[in-house]
């Protein structure tokens, strides 16, 4: 099997699970009240900054079911582009994070990937699809330890019935013999 389509059997499944819970987070996440403005403004700004935050709101639910949608289709480069956007109106959303690393270990660019997992991780730590990713990136990336160090903590915070868990538990223990056990 080619390293391509093995990449394609692993990042396209993750990616429609994360479709299911991102949007469900994103829509949460895009419907919650706002702030409210400075008393001292008037009316007009206020619906003006009303209208831009609901313009910006659609604009980032969109460009996030676009990448999910490209992402899904294996068209990594149009995936980076539409989770740019997002990530550029709501850049402490860790779905479009961990989707954008998805999408750059599509592109080939797991040193980029690894990044995005892991900001995912420190904005939200128990998002353990991050973990996986993130151990994909640094095993491509042949840093075997921290590879299993992520994929061990994935292990630990996915469900029992998780289905990438059969899968993540060979790649422990394929890391586990190249490196002799050790994490870092």
């Known amino acids: 099997m080619s390293r391509r389509t093995d990449k394609r059997r692993t990042v396209i499944p993750l990616a429609l699970g994360l479709t299911l819970l991102g ?3 994103l ?3 895009l419907s919650r009240d706002a702030a409210k ?3 001292e403004e008037t009316a007009a700004t206020d619906g003006a ?3 831009l935050e609901d313009e910006q709101a659609r604009r980032a639910h969109q460009g996030f079911q676009q ?7 294996g ?3 149009h995936a980076v582009t539409a989770l740019h956007e997002v990530l550029a109106i709501y850049p402490a959303l860790p779905e479009a994070h961990v989707n954008m690393g998805y999408a750059l270990l599509g592109v080939g660019e797991p040193g980029a990937a690894a990044d995005f997992f892991n900001t995912a991780t420190d904005l939200r730590p128990s998002l353990h699809n991050a973990y996986y990713g993130l151990a994909l990136a640094e095993r491509e990336k042949g840093n075997d330890k ?4 992520a994929m061990q903590a ?3 915070l996915a469900a029992e019935d998780e289905r990438h868990l059969p899968r993540a538990k060979e790649i422990i223990w394929e890391l586990q013999a190249k490196t002799g056990g050790e994490t870092p």
């Not at 990448?67 to 289709?73: F, H, K, P, R, S």
């Not at 921290?146 to 160090?149: D, E, G, I, R, T």
């Open 23 to 25: 949007g469900a987070l």
């Open 27 to 29: 829509s949460v996440y």
């Open 37 to 39: 403005p400075v008393a």
């Open 49 to 51: 900054h009303e209208f």
């Open 67 to 73: 990448g999910v949608a490209m992402l899904q289709a």
């Open 75 to 77: 068209h990594f480069d």
């Open 146 to 149: 921290a590879a299993l160090a």
């Open 154 to 156: 994935y292990t630990h």
